[in-house]
């Protein structure tokens, strides 16, 4: 069989791109064949188109060269021999010279921009917030950071984590959107190594905070974080404040070893669970928490007030218009809601809920008071509870505890969860614990089907909570949001098919579910990563505030409460904040706001009302609520 011949094109081609696979002499000898074969008959038709040429045809070959000679800039000398060899020498060098130094250059400044871009440069700033570590927290981090820099002119952030620089500031534009005055910073690179802290300046820091991740050695990964930074920082004359975050109780002692005198370790996943018990027992609470921790409306502050000093407490809250009054600072202790008749002394701080740090003023509410519209009659009574737990995670065990510990006698627990996500084994070592005022009771099933949901009364229980499973090593974060999701929207289905709505407590891994849960407005989600987000960034402004949030969001003490407005005015009657304020101190109680019923499922507040005006006069309803701060 003849053999197929191959076109001249294609062989043609093949030659050539042998030719360049040689490497660079190949290049380079082709570039100079091609310059040749434009500029030479560029030159020629210059030359023989010149009226002033020379008429020789050795002249004009002349004249080709030198113009072919200057525009390759190989010099272009004519005459003998050796003349024109030495001198396209000497051009020859001065282009090797002169193409190696912008090679060297065009090199420097390459690697100056990749190193610049990989986040390798030292930050040189003055009291700027540092956060180490990336997760989902870091974006409710910096944005409340952006937020709590808003009034100050010169305000940086700066981030470091062992992540493509470019990546994060793409993602930290997009979640947290405009920053004003403030600069955001991001630096690349592991954070246990302390020669790289030292990229964020962290000697000269305002403070720095701590993210865990979300992996299973997260704890670990802190208190190494926290050691390369004492590192760091050792030899320093000061020592910026520390505000960390563990995931268990196991790693916190050896956390605040790490983080040293005046460091902040909070548990994220015992204030999680505090906060899930407490939006359980109290619909709508987790609306008031989320007022309270974030920079966009009131939140806490320490106030000096020389004018009360010897006063009793009681007289401390009707003396702020504008603001609220709920405990003091002594020393190092905070007195939230101490007996009316503490004295105050000239040390003492106040802890005010209120708009901005210099927007509480002095002024005596006391004839705002309308004592004919106060209630007189008792306190609503506590009762057994039933709640229904869907599903478990490592949270789980200390819900069970937080709810254990303010139980009636009577209250039950019952768990529904598959062998997959908790065994009889777990609920027992839990029931344990719980003691005799809580009944505590498994049940398999998967909650994400139809038939096991429809087996529940669901309807008979005071509060149902929906758990997420804990995320396996190497699955995706949203994972356990999505089984949370479809749980949510048979629930949905079973609200819809009774009429009646259900008291669900949602626990959330990733915010922007928050937006797709089937639920109702204003139901109570707990976003933990937030919360403790929101957590970080209030004690990164003001460490004192650790020790009140400690005690706000305890199970034993004073915290945050939602009462029925009946217990405080008389149903139906219009009267001023003023007079709830004076209510709830003849019981002991600190009034902080209100959530109206009207307005419950409008957004953005839903109804909720933190440290309204004094002077501000509405009708209260039955169904209406009071914030307060005082205990069970």
């Known amino acids: 069989m003849a053999q197929r011949r191959t076109?001249?094109?294609d062989r043609a081609r093949y030659w050539f791109d042998s030719t360049l696979a040689r490497g660079a002499p190949a290049l380079v000898g082709w570039m100079a064949l091609l310059c040749l074969a434009i500029v030479v008959p560029a030159s020629a038709v210059l030359v023989w188109t010149d009226p002033d040429a020379p008429a020789p045809l050795a002249d004009r070959l002349t004249e080709v060269w030198r113009l072919t000679g200057e525009t390759l800039r190989l010099g272009g000398a004519t005459g003998a021999p050796l003349r024109v060899t030495m001198s396209?020498?000497?051009?020859?060098?001065a282009l090797l010279y002169v193409s190696t130094l912008v090679g060297l250059i065009t090199t420097a400044l390459t690697e100056r921009l990749t190193e610049l871009r990989r986040g390798r440069s030292t930050v040189l700033e003055q009291g700027h917030a540092v956060v180490l570590g990336w997760s989902e927290q870091v974006f409710t981090v910096v944005s409340e950071l952006v937020a709590a820099n808003a009034n100050q002119r010169r305000a940086a952030v700066a981030v470091l984590a062992d992540r493509d620089k470019t990546a994060m500031e793409e993602a930290l534009s997009t979640k947290v959107g405009p920053v004003g005055r403030t600069r955001l910073i991001c630096r690349s690179g592991p954070t246990t190594d302390p020669a790289v802290l030292t990229l964020t300046s962290p000697a000269t820091a305002g403070v720095v905070l701590v993210l865990p991740h979300d992996e299973p050695d997260a704890d670990a990964e802190v208190v190494k974080t926290l050691l390369a930074l004492r590192a760091a920082l050792a030899g320093e004359g000061s020592r910026p404040p520390v505000v960390a975050a563990v995931r268990d109780d196991r790693y916190r002692l050896a956390a605040c070893l790490?983080?040293?005198?005046?460091?902040?370790v909070l548990e994220s996943d015992t204030v999680t669970a505090r906060l899930i018990v407490q939006a359980a027992r109290r619909p709508g609470l987790s609306l008031v928490h989320q007022e309270l921790l974030d920079f966009a409306g009131d939140e806490f502050y320490l106030i000096s007030e020389a004018a009360l000093a010897g006063r009793p407490f009681a007289d401390a809250l009707l003396s702020y218009p504008t603001s609220s009054v709920v405990g003091m600072v002594r020393g190092d202790t905070p007195l939230l809601n101490p007996p009316p008749q503490t004295p105050i002394a000239p040390d003492d701080l106040l802890i005010v809920i209120s708009r901005d740090d210099d927007t509480a003023w002095l002024d005596d509410c006391a004839e705002l008071v309308e004592k004919a519209a106060m209630a007189s009659g008792p306190s609503t009574p506590a009762r057994p509870e039933r709640v229904l737990l869907l599903g478990w995670n490592r949270r789980a065990p200390l819900i069970v505890d937080q709810l254990r510990r303010r139980a009636q006698p009577g209250s039950a627990v019952d768990v529904v969860a598959d062998g997959r996500e908790v065994t009889a084994?777990?609920?027992?070592?839990a029931d344990t614990q719980s003691g005799t005022d809580l009944i505590l009771t498994l049940h398999h099933g998967d909650i994400t089907r139809p038939e096991t949901l429809r087996r529940l009364e669901v309807h008979?229980?005071?509060s149902v909570i929906v758990l997420g499973q804990d995320p396996a090593p190497g699955q995706p974060q949203d994972d356990p949001d999505n089984r949370t999701l479809v749980?949510?929207?048979l629930l949905r289905q079973l609200e819809e098919a009774t009429g009646r709505e259900l008291p669900v407590v949602t626990e959330l891994i990733d915010d922007r579910n928050r937006a797709l849960a089937p639920i109702s407005p204003g139901a109570d989600v707990i976003i933990s990563g937030k919360l403790i987000g929101l957590l970080m960034a209030q004690i990164s402004q003001n460490r004192h505030l650790a020790a009140v949030f400690e005690e706000l969001f305890s199970a034993d003490g004073t915290g945050v409460r939602l009462r029925p407005a009946t217990d405080y005015v008389l149903p139906g009657c219009e009267t001023s904040f003023a007079t709830v304020v004076a209510a709830a101190r003849h019981r002991g109680e600190c009034a902080i706001g209100y959530r109206s019923h009207d307005d419950s499922s409008t957004s953005p507040g839903y109804g909720v009302r933190i440290?309204?005006?004094?002077a501000e006069r509405r009708r209260w309803m039955v169904e209406?609520?009071?914030?307060?701060v005082g205990k069970d």
């Open 611 to 614: 440290n309204p005006p004094k």
């Open 487 to 489: 749980t949510l929207l």
């Open 88 to 93: 396209v020498l000497l051009a020859l060098v």
């Open 258 to 264: 790490a983080a040293g005198p005046g460091g902040v």
């Open 7 to 9: 076109p001249f094109g």
């Open 460 to 462: 008979s229980y005071d």
């Open 425 to 429: 084994r777990q609920v027992s070592e």
């Open 624 to 628: 209406d609520e009071v914030v307060v």
